[in-house]
């Protein structure tokens, strides 16, 4: 059978071993990509079966096109979504705080490079300061600061790119002045 009949059966006449068959053609592709992402093998075959049980209960969501890929799309966020939590719950020991003390001691050229962003910032357009400002300061992904000012994601990412320039260029500017 092919993918869209065992869907069709799954759907229907609610034949979960058809289900089964899906997972073995397309965990393998799933799990790898995963992999790739998380570099953990235990923690890639739960993304793996956390992203077909997903697949599972979204299939009448599947629109048709290429099943693999579907499922890998959905694991790929899953793992990326993981990624993102573990940077956000990162513990650290003791000697890897200590250290990271000793590198972040006070330091007049990063006081001034600090000093100079600053600046640079606040001559900004309001837009364009308040878009660096969700995005470094309040952690708002490009997403999620689209839909807040109306624009869409690939606008706000050119935008970024484009004060990160002007940024540069001030401060650069700013350092020959001196």
Same mark, same amino acid.
């Given at each position: 059978m092919d993918d869209k009949e065992l869907i069709a059966s799954i759907l229907t006449d609610g034949k979960t071993a058809h289900y089964t068959e899906l997972m073995r053609r397309y965990s393998g592709v799933v799990y790898s990509k995963v992999l790739r992402i998380? *570099?953990?093998?235990?923690?890639? *075959?739960? #993304?793996?079966? !956390?992203?077909? $049980?997903?697949?599972?209960?979204?299939?009448?969501?599947? !629109? =048709? =096109?290429?099943?693999g890929a579907w499922f890998s799309s959905i694991a790929v966020h899953l793992a990326l979504d993981e990624v993102q939590a573990r940077r956000k719950h990162r513990s650290y020991s003791i000697e890897e705080v200590k250290v990271q003390a000793q590198e972040n001691k006070y330091n007049e050229e990063h006081e001034a490079q600090l000093c100079s962003l600053e600046q640079a910032?606040?001559?900004?357009?309001?837009?364009?300061?308040?878009? #660096?400002?969700?995005?470094?300061? /309040?952690? &708002?992904?490009?997403?999620?600061?689209?839909?807040?000012? =109306?624009?869409?994601?690939?606008?706000? &990412? $050119?935008?970024?790119? !484009?004060?990160?320039? !002007?940024?540069? *260029? /001030? #401060?650069?500017?700013?350092?020959?002045?001196e």
């Open positions: 998380l *570099k953990n093998e235990d923690d890639a *075959k739960e #993304i793996t079966q !956390r992203a077909f $049980v997903k697949g599972f209960s979204h299939l009448y969501d599947w !629109r =048709g =096109g290429k099943l910032i606040e001559k900004l357009s309001t837009e364009d300061r308040s878009i #660096i400002k969700m995005y470094y300061a /309040q952690g &708002l992904k490009t997403e999620k600061i689209a839909q807040k000012l =109306g624009m869409t994601q690939n606008n706000i &990412l $050119v935008r970024m790119h !484009r004060i990160r320039e !002007r940024l540069k *260029k /001030q #401060i650069n500017d700013d350092r020959k002045d």
